[in-house]
């Protein structure tokens, strides 16, 4: 049973527009959501986190939505940029376990 | 401050092999984890551990063993290979005090034949 669900396995984008990346997660007692990044033959990288006591985080390009009444999370990168051309995993935890529960990623094509 | 490293980067092992991947973090974070991705299944957790010391089990922990005997070291062993264990490793560690993100090293590619 996946936890973590990324619906979309890819998503192509012009540059200088929107990227919305989505991720549904089932399990009710995660209290934390991340992005990570990840470009071939590297290990992922850390893009931007939420608490589940919020329902928003910017941090530059990048903002994270989350709806826990839906258990959604969506992340938004405006604009656009050939370099976030890349593959992004969301992730859930519940804190108290020190796991973490990763969805099957979407590979984001930003195209010039 | 190198971050996460993994070693090998790459490697072929016969089927009943044995072999041990090494991952070193120079941060002093607490918690560690071995990941493995496969083709359309993201990043599965295989074992983690919250100290020098412990270990306990992911997702997927059967047929592979852990140790954490340094704080900044956590080696993952495959007493057996198989062909099911064809696939990247990623190590990972976490500060656990307050900051959530997981760092990650580079991968290492196993391939069992």
């Known amino acids: 049973d996946q936890q973590v669900k990324q619906n979309s396995p890819s998503l192509s984008v012009q540059e200088g527009r929107i990227s919305i990346l989505n991720c549904d997660y089932t399990?009710?007692?995660?209290?934390?959501f991340l992005w990570y990044k990840k470009y071939p033959a590297e290990g992922p990288t850390f893009l931007i986190s939420?608490?589940?006591?919020?329902d928003k985080n910017e941090d530059g390009r990048f903002t994270v939505f989350l709806n826990k009444s839906a258990k959604h999370l969506s992340l938004h990168i405006v604009p656009s940029q050939p370099g976030d051309s890349a593959v992004y995993f969301c992730?859930?935890?519940?804190?108290?376990?020190?796991?973490?529960?990763f969805g099957t990623g979407t590979r984001l094509k930003v195209l010039a | 401050n190198a971050g996460v490293t993994q070693t090998p980067k790459f490697r072929v092992l016969k089927t009943g092999q044995s072999m041990t991947l090494l991952c070193a973090q120079d941060?002093?974070?607490?918690?560690m984890y071995w990941y493995r991705q496969d083709p359309g299944m993201g990043l599965r957790l295989i074992h983690y551990?919250?100290?020098?010391?412990?270990?306990a089990k992911g997702e997927v922990p059967d047929g592979y063993n852990v140790s954490r005997l340094k704080k900044q070291n956590f080696l993952l062993g495959l007493e057996s290979a198989a062909p099911s264990q064809t696939s990247v490793y990623f190590c990972?560690?976490?500060?656990?005090?307050?900051?959530?993100?997981?760092?990650f090293g580079p991968g290492t590619r196993l391939t069992v034949t």
């Open positions: 990972a560690s976490s500060d656990g005090q307050g900051k959530y993100e997981q760092y």
């Open positions: 992730a859930a935890s519940d804190l108290g376990t020190y796991k973490y529960i």
């Open positions: 551990s919250v100290g020098e010391g412990t270990t």
């Open positions: 399990n009710s007692m995660f209290d934390y």
């Open positions: 941060m002093n974070h607490e918690y």
């Open positions: 939420i608490s589940s006591i919020k």
